[in-house]
């Protein structure tokens, strides 16, 4: 047995490792790849946009995920709600949750 294998060019133990590293190297490739294109870039994506909703304040003009701009009236942190005042003649106000805050308009 052993002189097929060497008659085939590999070793028992030293090509069986080298053989078996090369397979998985593309898998292991493309989650590198995977990591630092997608994963990566959306962490950071992430923690900017957690900064920036602990970052607002009353009287900020903010645009929400469905597209309503409202002035900042109230922040109740421990709900996690923020209340958005929409209308300025009617004094209409409507509460949202603080992570549908997309964008401050800054003035």
Same mark, same amino acid.
């Given at each position: 047995m052993y002189s097929f294998l060497m008659e085939v060019g590999a070793t028992p133990a030293n090509g069986a490792q080298q053989n078996m590293l090369m397979q998985f190297l593309p898998f292991?490739? /493309?989650a590198v790849v995977f990591y630092l294109f997608i994963i990566r870039p959306q962490q950071k994506k992430q923690k900017e946009h957690q900064a920036m909703i602990d970052a607002i304040a009353i009287n900020d003009e903010v645009f929400t995920s469905s597209g309503i701009k409202g002035k900042v009236v109230n922040i109740?942190? &421990?709900k996690n709600i923020i209340v958005l005042r929409v &209308?300025? $003649?009617t004094g209409t106000k409507i509460e949202f949750q603080r992570e549908v /805050? $997309? $964008?401050i308009v800054k003035q």
């Open positions: 292991i490739l /493309i109740k942190k &421990d &209308d300025d $003649t /805050i $997309t $964008t």
